[in-house]
C-alpha cells in the first residue's frame, strides 16, 4: 500500500481539549459537564466535590456510554455517535448498580469533523504536553514523509516497547482499570487496553485519528485500536 507524502505534525497543530464553559450541565453539588466543545467531539467534566459513585452518561438512540467520575479536574469524554440529538446525564451510585439522575439535558450535535472524536486525548486515551508518550510521539517519525510510513513506526515501537503483563490481566478480570500510558510504555508491562491506548494516544499526537474499542470477541473480552489512514478508511493493526 502507498501514502501520498504529507506534512509531519508541528506541536502547535496537536489539539487539546478546551473548558469554555459556556455550555454547562451541574447538579449544583456533585458535578459540572462542560458542553461548549460538543460539536468538535468532546465534553469534559470534573467533580464539584471529592466523592465516589458518580458517573457521566452519555446517550444517543439506543447507544450509551457511562463513565466514571473520579477527580474535580477536567477530564475529557469522547462524543463519538456521530451527529443528532445526545442526552447527557450526571448519575450517583444508590446501591449496586442503581443509580439516580442527578441532572439531565438534551444537547443537539452536528460536528465540524467527524474524525474529531478521535483527535483529542480523553479519559481513556490519556496524554498531555508533558507525557513521555507526547515526547516519544514526534521522535519515532520525525524522518517520516507520509502517515503510513508514521503509522508503522508508531505500530513497531508499541509492539517491540510492551510485553503482555500476565500478572495485571488476572488482578483487573474483575473490574474497569484505566490505561496508563506513560507508566505501560515506561515500565515496558500491559494489557490489551494499555497496547490499544497508546497508539491510539501516538497517533492522535501526530493528527492521525485513531478509536480505541472495547468489547466481546469470540473469545474473550478485549481492546483493540483502529486507526485512520487517508484514502483508505479506518485500519485495524493487529498488535496483541
Request: net charge negative.
Amino acid at each position: 500500500t502507498k501514502c501520498m507524502e504529507s506534512p509531519s505534525q508541528t506541536k502547535e497543530q496537536v489539539l487539546w481539549p478546551k473548558q469554555e464553559q459556556s455550555d454547562v450541565l451541574s447538579d449544583g453539588s456533585l458535578a459540572l459537564v462542560d458542553l461548549s466543545q460538543k460539536n468538535d467531539g468532546y465534553l469534559c467534566a470534573r467533580l464539584l466535590q471529592e466523592t465516589e459513585g458518580v458517573k457521566i452518561q452519555i446517550a444517543k438512540n439506543d447507544k450509551k456510554y457511562n463513565y466514571d467520575l473520579k477527580t474535580t479536574d477536567f477530564k475529557t469524554f469522547p462524543i463519538n455517535m456521530g451527529n443528532g440529538s445526545y442526552t447527557i446525564k450526571i448519575l450517583q451510585q444508590i446501591e449496586g448498580t442503581r443509580y439516580a439522575i442527578c441532572a439531565s439535558c438534551t444537547v443537539d450535535v452536528q460536528l465540524t469533523n467527524d474524525l474529531a472524536p478521535y483527535l483529542y486525548p480523553n479519559q481513556i486515551v490519556d496524554y498531555t504536553a508533558d507525557s513521555y508518550v507526547y515526547k516519544k510521539s514526534f521522535a519515532l517519525v520525525k524522518e517520516d514523509k507520509d502517515d503510513l510510513t508514521r503509522i508503522a513506526h508508531l505500530f513497531k515501537y508499541v509492539v517491540d516497547t510492551l510485553n503482555y503483563d500476565d500478572q495485571k490481566a488476572k488482578d483487573v478480570s474483575e473490574t474497569f482499570v484505566l490505561p496508563d500510558i506513560d507508566g505501560s510504555l515506561k515500565s515496558h508491562k500491559g494489557i490489551c487496553f494499555d497496547y490499544a491506548a497508546s497508539l491510539a494516544a501516538l497517533c492522535r499526537i501526530q493528527g492521525i485519528p485513531a478509536k480505541v474499542i472495547v468489547g466481546w470477541t469470540d473469545i474473550e473480552y478485549h481492546a483493540w485500536v483502529e486507526i485512520y489512514l487517508k484514502d483508505k478508511g479506518w485500519i485495524n493493526p493487529k498488535i496483541y
